[in-house]
């Protein structure tokens, strides 16, 4: 009889490590009354109903600091009251992004892994890309301080550096890269003197035009000064903390806070300043806003705080593109002024001076005049949303094509004299100013509810302007401008584009009026007007025939390289350039 051998036994094959939930590092917590208030970088929550919270999670806290969240779960019964209130507790935290999983086993002491536990939401995903990821620190001479002062930063996060000479970098710029997997992206930092930046994360190309537009507005490259080795730190800790998070596929740092001003959708750059020591991100427009690594255009503001929040951007002191509309020392009384002083460039002859019914109408206003006048002048019209530029376009081609104002049918006095805005501007204009004035208002044309309205000093002399869908709306918006001419200072007023009611579908959304207020309260006057905004330009472009003679720019524009440069970035931020040469209106 022959024995029989069994076959060894196969080895089972090794569990996988069992995914535990824990609570990110970092999180602190306040025990309140009759709950808890738990905040973390990445979210914040306050539970509140039972005086029995802060007792529940003195039983939790260990256990979700340490991993073991999932062992004491598993030794309840899944029905019990405790297990539900604790897994409601949990369902709260994950919510709020305050739980990270992780394997099974100890919490890792590295400080790169307890960085990616505290800022990824998904760890193990940023851990294996920067695992495949190698940082280069390139410079003019690799034994700069803000060269080695990158690289010390890349390397505790964790990334082999070499370094690279380039004998063509400034003294005072480095050019950090990262390599792996995905495409090459690298992040500028320089000092100029006593100020600094750090450029948000793109290619090579653009890094290089970026940092060179920072320098011509901060001034040319330059070592810190002596004493200034937490500055170079600070600037050289910040650009290698965005290239980490970008390499890993975590948020670049300039959108974790809440800082309003910041637009979301376009690159941050960081801007510092060595005394005092201080450091802020701002939104950069960048030059060459058309090339390939462009962010995608904003959509166009929908309300009047949006326009206003791009326009400050787009006007930052240090990194804007166009001067800040400010009331300065101008007076706001009787009506709100804002002027800019534009660049030599925009060829206007002096400050830009604006008025509106308020100053944030004034500012927008002044702005959209400075933007065209650098563009060009009167072959451009620049609006915060189509509608808005539409508006403006189509009332200054009103008047350009319904001829002189005395070949027109005058309107009855009594059909406007009694507006409430016009009883206060006029009031103002004559009585306060004690200008001598006439106002007359015309009908544009016979059938359609167009009104023209023309404040003259004199014969030869305008104050006001405006292209209106009422009578009484036309007046009040000549008479605006006639205060707003005057109250400027100017000896002889240029006379700007009517834009009058343009703005008001903008001011009026979102904006809530009482039930109580009439037309001499702004607030109504605007909404009203607002809704007769799209009325009106149906019939100005059937009057003028202008309607799709104002394609967007840059629609065969024969306009400078600089031009067509600052309507890129206008668009960029959301606002719309239209093409509007003389022989379209």
């Avoid at 959209?368 to 539409?390: D, I, K, Q, S, Y």
């Amino acid at each position: 009889m022959s024995a029989v051998t069994a076959a060894p036994a196969e080895p089972a094959p090794a569990a996988a490590p069992r995914t535990v939930r824990r609570l990110r590092p970092g999180v602190a917590v306040t025990p309140l009354r009759s709950g808890l208030h738990l905040r973390g970088r990445r979210g914040s929550v306050t539970l509140e109903g039972s005086t029995a919270l802060p007792s529940l999670w003195r039983l939790l806290e260990e256990p979700l600091r340490v991993g073991g969240v999932e062992d004491l779960l598993d030794g309840m019964e899944p029905d019990a009251p405790l297990r539900a209130a604790l897994d409601t507790l949990l369902g709260q935290l994950a919510a709020h992004d305050l739980l990270v999983a992780a394997p099974a086993g100890p919490a890792a002491a590295d400080p790169v892994a307890q960085w990616i536990a505290v800022t990824a939401q998904r760890p193990a995903a940023a851990a294996a890309a920067l695992a495949t990821t190698r940082a280069e620190v390139v410079a003019g001479a690799p034994d700069t301080p803000l060269a080695g002062a990158a690289g010390r930063a890349l390397a505790r996060g964790g990334l082999p550096v070499s370094y690279t000479v380039d004998p063509d970098l400034p003294a005072g710029r480095v050019l950090l890269y990262a390599h792996g997997a995905g495409p090459g992206r690298g992040v500028a930092a320089g000092l100029c003197g006593e100020r600094g930046y750090a450029t948000a994360p793109a290619s090579a190309a653009r890094l290089r035009s970026d940092a060179a537009a920072l320098e011509a507005r901060l001034g040319p490259p330059a070592p810190a000064p002596a004493g200034s080795t937490a500055f170079v730190s600070l600037l050289a800790g910040a650009a290698a903390h965005r290239l980490l998070c970008s390499a890993a596929g975590l948020p670049d740092p300039a959108h974790e806070g809440e800082d309003e001003r910041l637009l979301p959708g376009l690159p941050a750059v960081l801007l510092a300043d060595a005394r005092p020591l201080r450091a802020e991100y701002r939104t950069w427009p960048g030059p060459g806003r058309a090339d390939a690594d462009r962010p995608t255009d904003l959509a166009p503001a929908a309300t009047l705080g949006e326009a206003l929040r791009r326009m400050a951007a787009l006007c930052d002191a240090r990194c804007g593109v166009l001067p800040e509309p400010l009331p300065g020392d101008l007076r706001q009384l009787p009506v709100p002024l804002a002027a800019c002083e534009p660049p030599a460039t925009a060829q206007c002859g002096g400050s830009l001076v604006g008025g509106a019914p308020r100053l944030d109408l004034a500012r927008l206003e002044v702005f959209c005049r400075a933007a065209e006048l650098l563009l060009g002048g009167a072959a451009f019209t620049v609006g915060a949303n189509p509608g808005h530029a539409r508006g403006r376009a189509l009332r200054e081609a009103a008047v350009h094509r319904c001829g002189p104002p005395a070949g027109l049918p005058s309107v009855a006095e009594a059909r406007w004299a009694g507006h409430p805005q016009v009883r206060h501007w006029w009031t103002a204009l004559t009585g306060r100013l004690a200008v001598a004035a006439r106002l007359e208002v015309f009908r544009a044309a016979p059938g359609e509810e167009v009104y023209r309205a023309v404040v003259r000093r004199s014969a030869s002399v305008v104050l006001g302007d405006a292209v209106e869908a009422t009578p009484g709306d036309a007046a009040a918006h000549a008479a605006l401008a006639a205060v707003a001419a005057v109250s400027a200072g100017a000896p002889t007023p240029v006379r700007t584009p009517p834009s009058g009611g343009a703005v008001a579908p903008l001011a009026s959304a979102g904006a809530q009026t009482a039930a109580w207020e009439d037309c001499g309260w702004t607030g109504r006057w605007l909404a009203d007007t607002a809704g007769r905004e799209e009325e009106l330009q149906d019939a100005l472009h059937r009057l003028t025939g202008a309607g799709a003679a104002f394609p967007a720019f840059p629609a065969r524009a024969p306009v400078p390289h600089r031009a067509r440069q600052l309507a890129d970035t206008l668009r960029a931020f959301g606002f719309t350039v239209l093409y509007t040469p003389g022989e379209a209106r």
